[in-house]
């Protein structure tokens, strides 16, 4: 096995077949006259917390059913046996973690987690169904909310910052399940081919990022990752 560093960042793909909707392929009937763009936004959760609550109840429901899946599995073993080895998500699903992966840098947040608007509470909150929506702070009574990255929100700076390093140094930029539109986790496998390092890209289709593959691995990750993992330690 060549000794390689290896970056990793995953999109929603990765957890498909755990039965979790994507974004972008339409969410689940329920909900498929809204976009979660409309929903998942600051300016949606002050207008509407309840409608907005609504939405991560309904998700958080669905992913509370949800396992991890082959991808999964291959990537907490990627990580056990690579001596360099850094797994971004853009994910808040928490399927990476059910996995056995231990270091996740978690871009846009992780849905079993909540936050107060009003003070510094922060905590776990894996009921399902919330037992009241929107949720209040166990400590002061204000509205909670996911604490999770919105669209027009900020990353947390140091998880950005270190993925940025994860890719700057790797050799093999590994990209599973992404549709490579939302930034700045988009831009992160062309730090990768920036310095010379070559990005691998596992989808069902071809990405904005594709022409800067130096691999388009075509079909479901869930599949293609574990034999793309056995070919490797075998080289
Ligand atoms: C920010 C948590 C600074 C919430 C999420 C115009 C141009 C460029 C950028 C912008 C722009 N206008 C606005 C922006 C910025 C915006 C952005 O990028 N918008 C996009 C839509 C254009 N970004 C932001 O707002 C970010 N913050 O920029 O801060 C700033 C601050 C103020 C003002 C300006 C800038 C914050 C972005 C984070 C948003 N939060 N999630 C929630 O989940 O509710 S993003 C959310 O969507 C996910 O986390 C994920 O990142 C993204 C969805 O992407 P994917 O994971 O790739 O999923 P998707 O469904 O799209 O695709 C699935 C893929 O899997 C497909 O390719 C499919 O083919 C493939 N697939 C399916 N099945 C399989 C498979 N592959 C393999 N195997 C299978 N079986
Ligand atoms: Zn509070």
């Known amino acids: ?38 929903l998942a936004t600051p300016q949606a959760f002050i207008r509407n917390p309840k409608l907005v609550w609504e939405f991560y109840d309904w998700r958080r429901q669905n992913m509370a059913r949800a396992r991890p899946n082959p991808a999964h599995y291959t990537l907490a073993e990627m990580e056990a046996a690579l001596p360099d080895f850094t797994l971004v998500t853009q994910n808040i699903d928490g399927l990476h973690r059910e996995a056995g992966s231990k270091n996740i840098l978690h871009l846009h947040g992780d849905i079993w987690l909540v936050r107060c608007t009003a003070c510094d509470f922060r905590g776990e909150d894996r009921r399902v169904p919330l037992p009241e929506r929107p949720p209040r702070c166990p400590r002061c009574g204000a509205l909670l909310r996911p604490d999770i990255v919105w669209f027009g929100e900020t990353l947390d700076a140091a998880t950005l910052y270190q993925a940025e390093q994860a890719f700057k140094s790797a050799d093999i930029a590994l990209v599973v399940g992404a549709s490579a539109v939302v930034y700045p986790a988009a831009y992160l496998p062309l730090y990768t081919q920036e310095h010379g390092g070559q990005i691998i890209e596992f989808n069902i289709t071809r990405t904005p990022l594709s022409p800067y593959a130096a691999e388009i691995i075509l079909g479901p990750s869930e599949k293609t990752l574990p034999e793309w993992w056995r070919k490797f330690q075998e080289e």
């Open 1 to 38: 096995m060549k000794p390689s560093k290896i970056a990793v960042l995953t999109g929603a793909g990765v957890s498909k077949s755990s039965g979790i909707p994507t974004y972008r392929e339409g969410a689940d009937s329920l909900w498929n006259n809204y976009h979660p763009q409309d």
